[in-house]
């Protein structure tokens, strides 16, 4: 059984960069069967995509955080990685990764992520 | 940008019975919606995907139906350990999700 589990800073001041890493575990992050995601919640809130990324190392952007956002994957470490450039108070959140099969057995592409981390809560604050 | 809109945004309701939750998309997506059930404290647990397609391990009281703009989320028979929120997710055109209904046990 696949588990993702987030770590990084749960404080980051304003105008700095939010790196989070998604350590992958029982799975192989450079499987072509899947691709890798972060989603965020704000507090008390529902749900934003921020992006993903297939095996092929293709990522897509939320285009609302498009410029600011970059998505990669150690596959040396079997981790995924997020980095958000110059955050303000609206970035905290619970950040989580999550993921999803390229094709599900019913042969759709890219079908909503059925294994989520338990998320970890950033707050931007000085 | 896709727009999810989710009716009610809160519901009440006594164990046994029958909860009905909407999803309304600005424009046509097909069947490109999904379910997840969200407890407090928890991440998202995916419950339907493509607006009416099972998930191994969901119980069977958990459904799904519509298509183009207009989903259904239906729980028959809700149980105690149904309480959470509900979100909607559209995968058509970039990723959106609704605001997320509250379903409370009576």
């Known amino acids: 059984q696949v588990q993702l589990q987030e770590s990084g800073p749960g404080l980051v001041k304003p105008s700095q960069t939010l790196s989070l890493t998604c350590t992958v575990s029982?799975?192989?992050?450079?499987?072509?069967?899947?691709?890798w995601s972060w989603i965020r919640q704000h507090p008390g809130k529902g749900l934003e995509w921020i992006g993903y990324?297939?095996?092929?190392?293709?990522?897509y952007y939320n285009p609302s955080l498009k410029s600011r956002v970059t998505i990669s994957v150690d596959t040396s470490k079997n981790q995924l990685s997020l980095k958000l450039r110059s955050v303000t108070a609206a970035d905290t959140a619970a950040y989580y990764c999550?993921?999803?099969?390229?094709?599900?057995?019913?042969?759709?592409?890219?079908?909503?992520?059925?294994?989520w981390g338990q998320g970890i809560l950033v707050t931007v604050s000085s | 940008e896709i727009v999810l809109t989710q009716s009610p945004e809160f519901q009440s309701v006594t164990p046994k019975k029958k909860v009905t939750i909407t999803c309304r998309a600005s424009?046509?997506?097909?069947?490109?919606l999904h379910w997840y059930q969200q407890k407090p404290d928890q991440s998202p647990k995916l419950l339907i995907k493509?607006?009416?397609q099972s998930i191994s391990g969901v119980p069977s009281r958990f459904s799904g139906s519509g298509s183009g703009t207009d989903f259904t989320l239906t729980i028959n028979s809700l149980e105690a350990e149904d309480a959470a929120t509900y979100y909607c997710?559209?995968?058509?055109?970039?990723?959106?999700f609704g605001q997320g209904t509250k379903v409370e046990i009576k």
């Open positions: 997710h559209q995968s058509d055109s970039g990723w959106t």
């Open positions: 029982g799975g192989s992050i450079s499987s072509e069967n899947y691709y």
């Open positions: 999550a993921r999803g099969n390229y094709y599900d057995s019913s042969g759709n592409f890219r079908a909503p992520p059925a294994y």
């Open positions: 493509y607006a009416s």
């Open positions: 990324i297939y095996y092929s190392g293709s990522t």
């Open positions: 424009q046509s997506i097909g069947s490109s």
